[in-house]
């Protein structure tokens, strides 16, 4: 059981939505799926803009798709959209390469006024790659993921968030058949530090701000 995880971040800095992704594949890998990991800066800019699927990096990405069960798409909004390098990548796949995937999107804005932007401007692409099993997505604030200026490779995530990528991401395991290990007494990333496989604990700030995490 394998879940491709495509970072749409063209960002060099810490990714907030890379951090969602983190998060998620902590989760699933705690259960013991094998995760990969994908990111829009793998891919070389010319490939992207040219649309070379001949290219070696669109031909990387094509078997990653195939060889997964499923694809969590972590992507920014960008002037209430995903960023353009996320669609380049997606047009490098051949038509219906989402058939039969479940397909699981996370976001990151600056605005919880552009939350509904995986609605109406990554779902429609999913779909027309084939994708028929896209679930609801999470989409995360700004303030919703927080570095500390000492350890920025280590982002705090806000409670409500974790909670929202939790049940994302069970339910996501659920379809795929993957049976779940009951973590609902502990808090969350006590319960990810003492699974097997947790490869990776992300502290979790609490909640004081909940206004993007509904
Ligand atoms: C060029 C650009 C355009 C943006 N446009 C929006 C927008 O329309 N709506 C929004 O909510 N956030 C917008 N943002 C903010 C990013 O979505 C936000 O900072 C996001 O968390 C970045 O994710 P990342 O750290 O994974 O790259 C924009 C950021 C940039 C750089």
Not at 13 to 39: H, K, Q, W
Not at 75 to 102: C, E, F, M, W
Request: charged residues 20%; aromatic residues 2%; hydrophobic residues 40%.
């Amino acid at each position: 059981m394998s879940i491709l995880f495509i970072s749409g971040s063209p960002s060099h800095l810490p990714s907030r939505s890379g951090a969602l992704a983190d998060y998620g594949g902590s989760r699933v890998r705690a259960v013991s799926v094998t995760t990969e990991r994908l990111s829009v800066l793998d891919i070389p800019a010319d490939d992207l803009v040219n649309v070379r699927r001949q290219s070696e990096a669109a031909a990387t990405l094509r078997q990653a798709v195939v060889r997964s069960d499923a694809i969590v798409i972590a992507t920014p909004i960008y002037n209430a959209s995903v960023p353009g390098g996320l669609k380049a990548l997606l047009d490098l796949l051949p038509q219906r390469a989402l058939h039969g995937k479940i397909v699981l999107p996370l976001a990151s804005g600056g605005s919880a006024g552009h939350q509904l932007a995986i609605e109406y401007s990554l779902k429609p692409v999913l779909s027309a790659l084939g994708g028929r099993h896209v679930l609801a997505g999470v989409f995360a604030c700004e303030h919703d993921v927080e570095w500390r200026p000492d350890t920025p490779a280590d982002p705090l995530l806000l409670e409500a968030l974790t909670g929202r990528l939790d049940e994302a991401t069970d339910l996501l395991l659920t379809l795929l058949g993957v049976p779940l290990v009951d973590r609902r007494s502990q808090p969350n990333g006590a319960a990810l530090q003492g699974l097997p496989g947790a490869s990776t604990s992300i502290p979790l700030r609490p909640s004081n701000r909940e206004r993007c995490s509904a």
